[in-house]
């Protein structure tokens, strides 16, 4: 199976209505919302250490920044290090963007007997692909056999019989119980002796910050106004949603949305051309603001070509309720008087 293209090129973005204008006066681009804002609806990619949870993690950062919440994506344990991403605030509400994506891992894996680089190479190969794995008696989650994709597995380095694997693997895939099995087929038994995440989807190694780092940027701008450092290290909500296909709406049809309303086709002014039925979507404005995901009810295509009818059904609301005016009122009144009180997202 071949590796997820999360971090693929741009898709084309296909213009439905040209010439559609958002008014300054509603919203706000995100990077210009304020500190205090930005930091609500902001994401930050920490380079965890080991020794603490994550939910640790999670907690100190959430009490450095001075915010009510966080949430990271893909729990590590506390002897393993890397790449742990962490919602804040109101980003905690697009946590499905990330919460699935694919797993990249660098494993020191110490074999119990002597084997050969071809063998072992082999073995490597025989677990490529989709394998049945249970979890570990020591894991957060139920221990029932499961299918779980392996898409790399590369030997980088070898020192006798400890050995260093690069390995993508789809979220969810124990790497100590995969050192564990393949010391089992290669008959001589191995054992993990260190991991460290080097990605979560799109998000990798280069881009992680340390909890030092963060704190050294939050006084500095607690204390002398300095901004550009935090903002450096902290993104907006919008980022989270980067690898996502996506649709642009109009004002009118924003806080409809907002309210859960789900997307007609008339509210939509541009898409990506990667959309398919039933795949996550970002609903975003025109000032490139995440308003809220949803699941698609068509394709790319399909949207392109219709008039009318539901596009997005909206699972997941990120904007506060009137950022924009709530246009889709008067249409309700209007509705209202031919038997139907349902929001429109027109």
Known sequence: MPLPNYCSEEPEV?????????????GIPPEKRSMELYLKYGFVVIDKPRGPTSHEVAAWVKKMLGLDRAGHSGTLDPRVSGVL??????????????????????????????????????????????????????????????????????LLERDGRYVLVRMNVE???????????????LGVGANMRELRRTRVGCFTEDEAVTLQ?????????????????????????????????KVWIRDSAVDA???????????IVKLTSNIKKGSLTAI??????????????????DIMKAQRGIAVKTTRVIMRKNT?????????????????KQPSSE
């Open 14 to 26: 296909l213009i439905k209505i040209p010439n559609e204008q958002t008014n300054p006066e509603w």
């Open 85 to 154: 991403p962490i919602a804040l605030g109101e980003s905690t509400k697009a946590m499905p963007a990330i919460n699935t994506l694919d797993k990249e891992y660098v494993m020191v894996m110490k074999l119990h007997g002597d084997v050969d680089d071809e063998r072992l190479k082999a073995v490597l190969k025989e677990f490529t692909g989709a394998i049945y794995q249970r979890p570990p008696l020591r894991s957060a989650v139920k221990r029932q056999l499961r299918i779980k994709h392996v898409y790399e597995l590369e």
């Open 171 to 185: 979220s969810g895939t124990y790497a100590r119980k995969l050192a564990y099995d393949i010391g089992e087929v």
């Open 213 to 245: 780092d963060l704190r050294d940027a939050y006084i500095l701008y607690k204390e002398y106004g300095v901004e550009d450092l935090l903002r450096t290290y902290v993104k907006p909500v919008e980022y989270m949603v980067k690898h996502l296909p």
């Open 257 to 267: 949305v907002c309210h859960g309303a789900a997307l007609a086709v008339p509210g």
């Open 284 to 301: 975003m404005t025109l000032k490139n603001e995440l308003v809220a995901l949803g699941y698609a009810e068509m394709s790319s295509d």
């Open 324 to 340: 924009y005016p709530p246009m889709w009122k008067k249409k309700t009144e209007r509705k209202s008087e031919e038997g139907t």
